[in-house]
C-alpha cells in the first residue's frame, strides 16, 4: 500500500515512490479502493491502466477494488 500524507500531496513524493517500485523493485500491480478516486485518479495519471475488477477486498469485505497494471512500454 502507498500512503501520502494529506499535507504531503502535490510534492512529488507519490511520483518519487511509484517510480522506485517500478523501477527497482519491479512491481508493475496494484489494486486500489474503487471509492479512492484521488488515489485512482493518481495511478491513471502515472501511466496505470485498469486490468481488472473485484467487488470485494482481498479480506472478502465489501470494498469494490481496482485491478490496475503498469505498461512496461510507456
Partial sequence: M???DAESRG???????VAYIINTLQI???DVNQQ?????DFY???GYQQKGYSETDGMGKPYPLLHLEYSINK
Avoid: D, E, R, T
Avoid at 11 to 17: H, Y
Avoid at 36 to 40: D, E, G, K, P, R
Fill in 2 to 4: 502507498l500512503f501520502v
Fill in 11 to 17: 510534492k512529488g513524493f507519490g511520483k518519487i515512490a
Fill in 28 to 30: 508493475y500491480k496494484v
Fill in 44 to 46: 491513471l495519471k502515472q
Fill in 36 to 40: 479512492n478516486m484521488q488515489a485512482v
